[in-house]
Every structure is written in C-alpha cells, then in structure tokens.
C-alpha cells in the first residue's frame, strides 16, 4: 500500500481536476491511498488543510475548471515572507517543515502539478529527498521539456471563440479592436487564436514590434475596402526598444510582476497615429476559466495515470511529458531549464504570413 499526495501549484488551468481525477483512480486500481494538500505546499505545512481523496470525493471532476485543491502563485517554501512580531515582513525557509510534515504523515510520494515555477520548487524538494513526480500545467505553453500543456487549449479556444464574435462588432462600427492576452513571455495563445480567429496583426513576445507596420497594415486594409481591424496582442509584447508593461510593483511573495497594459498602449498608438476609431479589451482571467476541452482533459487524465505509473516504477524525480503521442518521463532537472518560445520558422508562422496576418514587423 502506498501514500500518495497531490498539489496544484501557480495560475490554475483547465484539466487540474482531471489529472487529480486520474490519480485517484488509478491509485484505487492499486490499493493506494490519495491526499490532497490545499493551496499548493500550505496543506503540507499546515497540516489542518491537508484532505483525503476516495473516489466519491472526484466524482466527474474531470469535466470541471479549476482545482477542488485550490492553487496559489505566492510564497515558494524555500522563500516565504512572513510578518514577525513587529509587523515587518521576513523571509524564511520553511521547506524543512514540510519535508519533515511529509515523512511524518508516511507519504510515499508528492506528485506537484504546476508550471515552471512549481515544477522548479518540486526539484528543490526532489533534491532534499522528497521523492517527486511532476507534471506540467500551464495555459501558457512555455514548458519546453513536454510538447503540450494541459490549459493551453482551452485557454485558445476561448480567445479563438472572443475574436468571432469581435469581428462583427468592428465591422459595423469600421473599428480597430484591439485584444490583450495571456502567454507571459511566449506568444503561443495570441499565435494559435490569432491565426484561427482572423487577426489582422498578431503581436508576440518573439517579435519586438513597429507600430509604423502595424498602422501600414490597417491602412492597407481600408484600400482593399476592409474598414476595420483585429488585433491580437500578447501581454508579453513590446514596441521595439520599448520595454513589456507590467502592473507596477509585484505581489509580495511572488516570483513574477502581473503583466497587462499593452493591449490600451497599442490601442492609442493607433488612434493617434491614423486616426481610426478603436477599442481594446483585455481577456485576462476568462482564459483561465470553464471546462477543459476534449484535447486538455484527455491529456491531463493520460498525465495523471502517467505519474502513478512512474511511481509504480520507482522513477522519481521525473516529470511527465507529451512527446509526440506518447507519455515520457523527463528528469525535473531537465524540465525546467528553459521556458518554450514560438519558432519563428515554425509552419504556423509561415502560414501566418502566408495569408495575410502582420507580427508588426517592416518585412510584413
Ligand atoms: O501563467 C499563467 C498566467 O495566466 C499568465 O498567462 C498570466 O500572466 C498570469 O498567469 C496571471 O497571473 P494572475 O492570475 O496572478 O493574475
């Protein structure tokens, strides 16, 4: 008999559920035991908020979005800030705590289902002799060591779904809109709704934009009687020797600042520059919502079964990876060394171009 325990770290995505579906079925099938640690590491270190899963508690959760395990994007345990007795704030390392926590309990292994940053505090714990099975998440996409992530999908369809039903409003009101997405500093979500929502300009993180080709592609519509515009703009993008626009000051305990804003910054760019009537709206958090698709829940239910079976091997330390249309195992060391860009000799791009989107680069 085994113990096993679960923790969805960092942004949530659409299939969390369904992996944590997956895990507790095939550990039934095994005799196993499954616990859940809420809001990433806090169940483990407080250990009031840690939960049993039988198979009525996840019941057809593979369906659902988000986490029943609650998730946070604050406070790595091996950098935690907390408030002392004179109300400032310290940092501390309570990453032995946990681990000890863990023994305690007589887990047999942590399976951490988050992003890069979750996946690269599970390698610390891995290191400290916890033995970890990772598996990757995130709508951004940016995990190089996995083809796919689960949430990535969904999080297009939405975009792809927002960018239909934007093209009738601009086009009875000759509009430019302007669309902000999610990605961080990988342009995959505004790629893959852009191209298949029919944007006119899709601005990545890859490719440092100029808004003189950006205007140049809008005007150029109007001469072929197109008078409106689509604009699909990543979060992470920047004007040419601009920098990415952020929302001030990041969140105490947390890794990365909040990024937003380039989305309004393009917007009046381009009000200015040609005079044309635009709007821009951010789609921010409705990305990260709803039910998973047929693609993310299949895949994060093959994850979930894919690290029982790691752990049934005594492969630790390992996260699991799409390669092709196979599950692999990837050493976490691995895994988190780089973050997934768009290749601008990728096909997609190539398609792109080849039917008329502009990156806001002067070779369009
Ligand atoms: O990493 C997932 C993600 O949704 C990014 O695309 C986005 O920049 C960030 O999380 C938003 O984080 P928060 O939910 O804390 O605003």
Redesign the pocket.
Known sequence: MKKIIISTG??DAPGLNAVIYAVVHSCYRRGWEVYGSRSGYKGLLDLDEIRHLTIENVEGIYATGGTILGST?KGNPFSTPVENLAGEIQIVDVSDRILSNFNRMGFDCHIAIG?DGSLDIAHRFSLKGMPVIGVPK???NDLEATDRTFGFDTAVSTATEALDKLHSTAKSHDRVMVVEV???DSGWIALYSGISGGADVILLPEIPFDMDAVCKKITNNELHGKHYAIVVVA?GASVKGGHVIDKGEGELGRAEK??GGIGEWVATEIRTRINKDTRSLVLG?LQ?GGSPTTFDRLLALRFGAAAVRLIESGNFGQMVALSGSCMVPVPLSEAITSRKKVNLQSDKVLTAREIGICFGSPED
Do not use: A, P
């Open positions: 960092g942004g994007n992003g995130t709508i951004d999610m990605g961080r979060e909040v990024l958090h990260r």
